[in-house]
């Protein structure tokens, strides 16, 4: 993976990535929002008053005014998505401006107002980041100039906490006033981290504590909830974990979608035509060749039982071959793309003696069928279901739109936002 290939993630919104792609350049600061809310504070070390003190917030939103008002009016709440750590809102607006469409522009140039809104701890319970997103819709329900209705949603993770928030506010009897709930490829189904690629992590941490990063955010509470199969450990088997069990059962109990608005609707940067990346089952997708974990392999996802899907090797510890039993050829369906071998490769090559190549840099991340809705994920027919050929009411949203090609996962574009806001603006 190129260095501009790695900075080029950094124009996408929301990304699960492994980890933030290395080499990327720092983006410019965000200009500075008309009005800043904060949510919630993180006990912090230190004294409030202290040299050095800075308060940490678990959740913040930049209010941005449309272009020509003077406060808060029709205004469009968009949430950030996973990672580790606390939202960077300078990258989330960078995101959303500066690359292929300027969604903020596009927002404010319609009178409207433009909230980004992040998290304390992005890698936190989806179910946790909602209450702060409920206290945000609130204040947007009391701090608005008019009555206009809200919209609310969120880019790939964010699309569940909004999601989550708003059912929840409907199951208390508050009001969220929002007209339209949007997700912009979330997986509603669940996401895909390759089996092969969590067990390296574990792999890693269990050989040098030091290198846990990777496996801890595997097994954070957000990324439980977010993945469709998922092991903690080298050895796990892989299956819906515990936690996203309990994070589905939260959205039953409380309805699973907002039903007081007017339209749910989401958009998916996969395609809608059954056609997925090309990518072949079985291959190698991710090789170490340097003197830390020498000979190991991934290989992308095939069907059948005692499918290999990595080969883990070290200088000190014991070799391990990971298999997996009646997963679909998942790393090549149509959806939005990652860049997960090639970041891992990047990781790798950034440590003393690493040394890796990624022949399968990107896969699919988060199937066209999970973005909208409509299928499962368990076969790869049902991966590469043509959503075009069947009848839209099959989605649990109300309206959606799939790209016309396979890109990158949460990638803002022209066909995709013009999409959107023609919907926030219909009637």
Known sequence: MSDEQSAREQEYVGAIGLVTPLAAPKPPPAPAPDETWHFGRHLNPGEEGEEGYVPVYDGTAWVYYGKDHQGVDRPVLMADGFNTGPS????????????????????????????????????????????????????????????????????????????????????????????????????????WVPIGLQAFAHYMKR???ANSGLSDQINSAASREL????????????????????????????????????????????????????????????????????????????????????????????????????????????GGTLASFGIAANTLNSLPFGKAEAPVPEICFVPSVSAVAIRDLDTTALLNTDISAIDPSESELDEF???????????????????????????
């Open 88 to 191: 960077k809102l300078d990258e989330l607006y960078h995101g959303f401006e500066r690359g292929e469409y300027p969604l903020m522009s596009q927002l404010r140039d319609r009178g409207r107002t433009a909230v980004i809104f992040g998290y304390g701890e992005r890698s936190a319970s989806i179910l946790e980041n909602a209450e702060f997103v409920i206290k945000a819709i609130t204040k947007l329900v009391d701090e608005r100039r008019s009555k206009q209705p809200l919209v609310v949603g969120g880019f790939s993770m964010g699309g569940l906490v909004t999601r989550y928030a708003l059912a929840k506010m409907e199951s208390q009897e508050m009001k969220h006033e929002t007209e339209t709930y949007f997700s912009y490829d979330s997986p509603h189904r669940g996401a």
């Open 207 to 209: 050989g040098n504590p």
């Open 227 to 334: 993945m469709w199969q998922h092991i903690a450990t080298v050895d796990g088997i892989p299956a819906q974990d515990k936690e996203r069990s309990d994070f589905l059962s939260a959205l039953e109990d409380i309805g699973n979608w907002p039903t007081r608005t007017r339209r749910n609707i989401g958009v998916a940067n996969g395609t809608g035509n059954g056609q997925g990346t090309g990518i072949r089952p079985g291959v190698v997708a991710f090789r170490s060749t340097g003197m830390l974990f020498p000979g190991t392999i991934t290989y992308t996802q095939s069907e059948g039982d005692d499918a290999v899907v990595a080969e883990l090797k070290a200088n000190f510890g014991q070799d391990e071959t990971i298999t997996t039993d009646g997963l679909p050829e998942i790393d090549g369906a149509p």
């Open 401 to 427: 739109l799939c790209a016309s090609q396979n890109e990158a996962h949460t990638k803002i574009t022209e066909e995709l936002c013009s999409w959107l806001l023609g919907k926030f603006d219909q009637r």
